[in-house]
Structure formats: C-alpha cells, structure tokens
C-alpha cells in the first residue's frame, strides 16, 4: 500500500508561482510512476503531469505546458509540481497519484491505483 500526502496549496493571484509537494510512504519510492491531476468545480478529473520512476520520462498536458513542470526527489520520497504563470482556470483541487513503474507513466485516470487526498489551488484575477 502507497499512502500520499499532497502539500503546498493556497489561494493566489492570476501571474504568481506555486509549487505543490507530495510525499509518499509504504512503497520503494523509487519504483513507483507518478501523476498528478487536478479537477475544478463541477468537472472531471483531468491529468495535469507525469514523470517516470528515474525522472526520465515527463510529460505534461497541453493546458498547463510551458508553465508547469513535474520533478521528483527520490531521496525525498517526494513528487513535485511547479506552477508558474497560474491562471484563474487553473483553480481545482489537486491530486498526486502513483502506480507501480514496471507499468510506465500514463496519462489515464484508471491506470494509477493510489491517490493522495487532494490540495486546494485557487487562483484568482
């Protein structure tokens, strides 16, 4: 069992930079792929990033590219999300999210079998 706790959320205005953490337990951090997703109020979940078990696979959704980007610590046994240039449209609750590596990295919902609680992001204009 993976358990992953999601950090770094807040309130900000439209332009500003925030940077969301999520540490995971329970799982050779290692040899887990991760996500992470976010949904805003009254949508779907949607993917915002990926990034391999070794950092060297990463991709981010079309949305939020050019001013998001994912990394990892493996020796943090943490996940991180940069996110520059926030836009009121990209207010949500966001969610870490992680699978076992020997699978890859995904951009589905389905294909993560542990989810963090989720972090509240609002940006305002």
């Known amino acids: 069992q993976v358990q992953l706790v999601e950090s770094g959320g807040g309130l900000v205005q439209a332009g500003d930079s925030l940077r969301l953490s999520c540490a995971a337990s329970?799982?050779?951090?290692?040899?887990?792929?991760l996500g992470w997703f976010r949904q805003a109020p009254g949508k779907e979940r949607e993917f915002v990033a990926t990034i391999s078990y070794n950092s060297g696979t990463r991709y981010v959704a079309d949305s939020a590219k050019g001013r998001f980007s994912i990394s990892r610590d493996n020796a943090k046994n943490t996940v991180y999300l940069q996110m520059n240039s926030l836009k009121p449209e990209d207010t949500a609750v966001y969610y870490c999210a992680a699978r076992d590596s020997m699978y890859g990295t995904s951009t589905r919902q389905d294909a993560y079998a542990y989810w963090g609680q989720g972090t509240q992001v609002t940006v305002s204009s």
């Open positions: 329970g799982r050779t951090f290692s040899m887990l792929s």
